[in-house]
Each structure stands twice: as structure tokens, then as C-alpha cells.
């Protein structure tokens, strides 16, 4: 069991392709707690602490119920805000015990079901989130990564490993561009820009981009991040990966890609660029896997950095203590990209 900042329980994180919930219960962990999350019958989803408080069974084990959920081991019925409903046996005129299941808050958006686990439905989902127009995803996918929430963040807004890892599918190890990095806090996270790099040197930029106009990294507090490229045609691409901590080894991702302005069917996503986002992404768990394996060979060790690791410090602070650093101002960084 990991020690996560309280104030962590009181944010928005994806759990749930919501796509992947029909009638069956559905068992997630979300900062190593157990929920099962629930469709009832007119669609909407809810979740529950995924234990019955009679004999401790999985509720995401047993069935979904006109409006609930029952245990697997009793038949104990419990509504969607945890009240007990019924007990099988139970003769009709015996008082049920006030007993109930803790609630966790649910939203789903855009394809995806984002959970509270203080069971609190307030406050915003990550403004990265609303922003995307509507209609303009063109898929929406969840794995797992293991390794900490921290690395994992990490590895998705640093361009620095992407001549290693993704050799000619994302840049060519030998063909380097200087690039100015512009690093600024926002509201609820940061952004990086860079300047001076309008092509990328890799297959995906060559089959599937055009000269851009920007290039930008962003982050929203507590766990999601994108890469967004604008177009000197007008057309926008947003490449968004949302991290939710299941433990401190392992780490869900979903990821969602956006497109607006340019012709970009889903369906001819799905067949050419998904393969290759696949590719990627398992390029990237495989060095995560062996990063975390080695950082418990040595743990604990702190890593040196440079001024090339611009987004790891506000991450590993807001991860720490549950809030942005107080100084983080903005500044530039000249690199070879």
C-alpha cells in the first residue's frame, strides 16, 4: 500500500474505457483502492468500494440489479449510493442493518469514466478535457505501465529519450535540431513550447503530418498530459495520455488522440496510425519496466538531472505533497531536439 498525499482523493481520475462497461461489473483500482464500477439499467454508471460489508466479498464478482448490485456470496442488494436493499432469507418483517458500501463519485466524458474516490461529484475535470471539440476524437485506449506515476509522466512529456527508444519512428537518432523549450506554470499545471522545430524526423511525422506552425507539451494536475501540434494549414492534432496511479509499481494510461481541421477518419486512424502509436507505446512501457526494476535494485537513489529535465521537478513536487511547487517560474532551455 503506497502513501499518496490525502488531497489526492479528491481529484478526477480516469478509471474506465467507458466503452468497456456494459452490464457485468467491472473491479478497477484507483490509488490502491479496490472499486467496481456499474452500469444500471437506463446506462448511467456508478461506483462502489468493491467489498460487501457482510463477509467481505468482491462485489465487482457478483451481478448488476435493477438499480444496484448484489453480492456474490449472500445475494446482499445494495443500491447505487451503497444503501442495503435486501437480504435473501431475511423474513420481511426483521430490520435490515444499517449498513452500507462507501460511494465513489463518477463522470464519464468523452469515452472515458473519471472517479472521486472521496465520493464528492465537485469540482472540474482537467481543462485539457473540455477543450477538445466535440466529435473530434479518434480513439480512445487504456493499458497498463509499470511502473510510478511520476516516471510515467515523465517518459510521455520528455523529448529527450525519443532518438533512443523510438529510432526512426518518432526522430532519427543523428538528425538533431537546436530548440528553444519555453517552460510556464498555468492554473493547473504547465506547458512547454518549443521553437525552432516545424518538422519532425521520424516515419510518423513523413506519413502522417505536415510543417507546423507549434508544438506544445501540456500537463493538468493530478495526471494528464498532451502533446499538441498546430498546423501551418489550420489543422490541430492532440495526443493525450491521462495517468492514474493503481499502485506505486503499476500505472493505468489512457490515451485519446484528437484531430480537428484536417481530414482524419477514424477508421483510416485505426488501420495506419495506430500501429505505429502501438509501437510506441510499447517501446515505452518496455524502458519503463526496466527503469522500475532497476530502481528497486538500488532504491532508495535519488537521479541526477540536468537543465534538460524541465517537467520532472514540478511533477515529483505536486506527487509529494499534493501541490504545485510555490517557485516555478517561468524559463527557457536551449536543447538539441
Keep these: 500500500m503506497s502513501d499518496w498525499h490525502p488531497s489526492h482523493y479528491?481529484?478526477?481520475?480516469?478509471?474506465?474505457?467507458?466503452?468497456?462497461?456494459?452490464?457485468?461489473?467491472?473491479?478497477v483500482t484507483v490509488l490502491d483502492r479496490p472499486v467496481v464500477l456499474v452500469r444500471d439499467e437506463s446506462g448511467r454508471a456508478f461506483a462502489l468500494e468493491?467489498?460487501?460489508?457482510?463477509?467481505?466479498?468482491?462485489?465487482?464478482?457478483?451481478?448488476?440489479?435493477?438499480?444496484?448490485?448484489a453480492c456474490p456470496y449472500h445475494g446482499w442488494r445494495f443500491d447505487s449510493q451503497g444503501r442495503l436493499c435486501a437480504i435473501p432469507g431475511m423474513p420481511p418483517d426483521c430490520a435490515l442493518p444499517q449498513?452500507?458500501?462507501?460511494?465513489?463519485?463518477?463522470?464519464?466524458?468523452?469515452?472515458?469514466?473519471?472517479?472521486?474516490?472521496?465520493?464528492?461529484?465537485?469540482?472540474?475535470?482537467?481543462?485539457?478535457?473540455?477543450?477538445?471539440?466535440?466529435?473530434?476524437?479518434?480513439?480512445v485506449w487504456q493499458t497498463q505501465w509499470r511502473a510510478h506515476v511520476i516516471d510515467a509522466i515523465e517518459n510521455f512529456l520528455d523529448p529527450m529519450h525519443t532518438h533512443w527508444i523510438h529510432p526512426g519512428l518518432v526522430r532519427r537518432g543523428g538528425a538533431r535540431d537546436a530548440v528553444t523549450a519555453h517552460f510556464e506554470a498555468t492554473d493547473s499545471g504547465f506547458s512547454v513550447s518549443y521553437r525552432g522545430q516545424s518538422q519532425q524526423s521520424g516515419l510518423l511525422y513523413r506519413l502522417f503530418e505536415s510543417p507546423r506552425e507549434s508544438e506544445r507539451a501540456l500537463f493538468d494536475a493530478p495526471g494528464s498530459a498532451q502533446i499538441e501540434y498546430r498546423y501551418l494549414n489550420?489543422?490541430?492534432?492532440?495526443?493525450?495520455?491521462?495517468?492514474?496511479?493503481?499502485?506505486?509499481?503499476?500505472?493505468?494510461?489512457?490515451?485519446?488522440?484528437?484531430?480537428?481541421?484536417?481530414?482524419?477518419?477514424?477508421?483510416?486512424?485505426?488501420?495506419?496510425v495506430w500501429p505505429l502509436l502501438?509501437?510506441?507505446?510499447?517501446?515505452?512501457?518496455?524502458?519503463?519496466?526496466?527503469?522500475?526494476?532497476?530502481?528497486?535494485?538500488?532504491a532508495?537513489?535519488?537521479?541526477?538531472?540536468?537543465?534538460?529535465?524541465?517537467?520532472?521537478?514540478?511533477?515529483?513536487?505536486?506527487?509529494?505533497?499534493?501541490?504545485?511547487?510555490?517557485?516555478?517560474?517561468?524559463?527557457?532551455?536551449?536543447?538539441l531536439l
Excluded at 521537478?313 to 511547487?325: D, H, S
Design 10 to 27: 479528491a481529484r478526477w481520475f480516469p478509471a474506465l474505457c467507458a466503452n468497456r462497461l456494459g452490464r457485468a461489473p467491472v473491479a
Design 300 to 335: 532508495p537513489m535519488r537521479g541526477a538531472s540536468t537543465q534538460l529535465d524541465l517537467v520532472r521537478p514540478w511533477v515529483e513536487t505536486f506527487w509529494t505533497t499534493g501541490a504545485a511547487p510555490e517557485d516555478a517560474p517561468p524559463r527557457e532551455v536551449r536543447l
Design 234 to 272: 489550420g489543422g490541430i492534432v492532440r495526443i493525450s495520455l491521462h495517468f492514474t496511479p493503481i499502485s506505486a509499481e503499476q500505472t493505468a494510461v489512457f490515451a485519446t488522440l484528437h484531430v480537428e481541421n484536417r481530414w482524419a477518419p477514424a477508421w483510416l486512424v485505426r488501420a495506419l
Design 99 to 139: 449498513v452500507r458500501v462507501r460511494t465513489v463519485a463518477v463522470r464519464e466524458h468523452d469515452g472515458l469514466i473519471w472517479l472521486r474516490l472521496d465520493g464528492r461529484d465537485e469540482g472540474e475535470l482537467p481543462a485539457m478535457v473540455r477543450r477538445n471539440s466535440a466529435g473530434s476524437r479518434r480513439f
Design 50 to 69: 468493491d467489498r460487501c460489508p457482510h463477509r467481505h466479498a468482491p462485489l465487482s464478482a457478483g451481478v448488476a440489479t435493477a438499480g444496484g448490485i
Design 278 to 298: 502501438k509501437r510506441v507505446n510499447d517501446q515505452d512501457a518496455r524502458m519503463l519496466a526496466l527503469q522500475a526494476d532497476n530502481l528497486r535494485r538500488f
